[in-house]
């Protein structure tokens, strides 16, 4: 496979970022925001303790963004890891 013949046409097909970026909402994960507005709104209109809904939300918000920066797929990778994490204990 080490020859230097040239590529047909039409062989190599331009990969678009939309196609291998993660898919974020407000800077997180879809996944990990909406679980983090789900429980905010059990707090602020279940709970009717609306002071630590939008703290729970904003702060939680904040960690997930955080996270996301440092590993889009901090979320997956998580989930994951709690899922096999018994199989691998030392």
């Given amino acids: 496979m080490a020859d230097n013949r040239p590529l047909p046409p039409g062989y190599s097909v331009p990969v678009h970022r939309s196609l291998t970026a993660p898919i974020l909402l407000a800077g997180a994960p879809r996944l ?5 507005g789900t ?3 059990a707090l602020g209109i279940g709970l009717q303790l609306w002071g630590v809904g939008l703290v729970f939300w904003i702060v939680g918000q904040g960690i997930c963004v955080f996270a996301a920066r440092r590993d889009p797929q901090f979320a ?3 989930i ?3 899922r096999t994490r018994g199989y691998y204990a030392c």
């Fill in 76 to 78: 997956d990778v998580l």
């Fill in 80 to 82: 994951r890891h709690i």
């Fill in 32 to 36: 990990a925001t909406i679980v983090n």
């Fill in 39 to 41: 429980l905010a709104a």
